[in-house]
């Protein structure tokens, strides 16, 4: 991903207003992003843990997304990440829904996604951070990278849709 600025990431969201958007918690740290191992930027609003955001890059520029959490089940178990396929312990995925852009997501329509809980799925594929376990694949990197950007822009379709 190529870096991008803070009022680039504000300009992308396409299911929340330009006000929303004016007015949520862009990282600080844009700078120290590894952009070079990133398929798509990813956070979480450290003053509202059932928010977090993802920017993405598409072929008609940045796309960003309004993502909400699902609270954790108090149940430890194994799951797994729809984008990168990295399974994690307990609360290492979580739900995250997207309310859809335009008339129908002012209407309620949304959509879900199970994808690593830090939004880390660039670095989990990469081997650049330690999720516990990978399935083994003969596919090469490019290969993996290629299928985990293929299911972001599934799940971006749906909510633009």
Not at 80 to 89: A, D, G, N, R, V
Request: include cysteine; hydrophobic fraction near 40%.
């Amino acid at each position: 991903m190529v870096p991008v600025t803070d009022s680039a990431i504000r300009a992308s969201f396409v299911n929340c207003t330009k006000g929303e958007a004016k007015r949520l918690a862009v990282p600080k740290d844009l700078d120290e992003q590894p952009w070079v191992d990133l398929d798509f930027l990813g956070w979480r609003d450290p003053a509202a843990p059932q928010r977090a955001y993802l920017v993405a890059e598409s072929g008609t520029g940045l796309v960003g997304v309004a993502l909400r959490v699902a609270p954790q089940t108090g149940h430890v178990r194994r799951s797994m990440c729809s984008l990168c396929l990295t399974t994690h312990t307990g609360g290492g995925v979580s739900l995250m829904t997207a309310r859809k852009a335009g008339p129908s997501g002012r209407q309620g329509d949304s959509v879900g996604v199970y994808i690593c809980t830090d939004l880390a799925c660039s670095l989990y594929l990469r081997g650049r951070k330690d999720a516990g376990r990978r399935l083994d694949e003969t596919l090469t990197m490019a290969e993996k990278i290629e299928r985990t950007t293929a299911s972001l822009a599934a799940f971006l379709c749906k909510v633009v849709e």
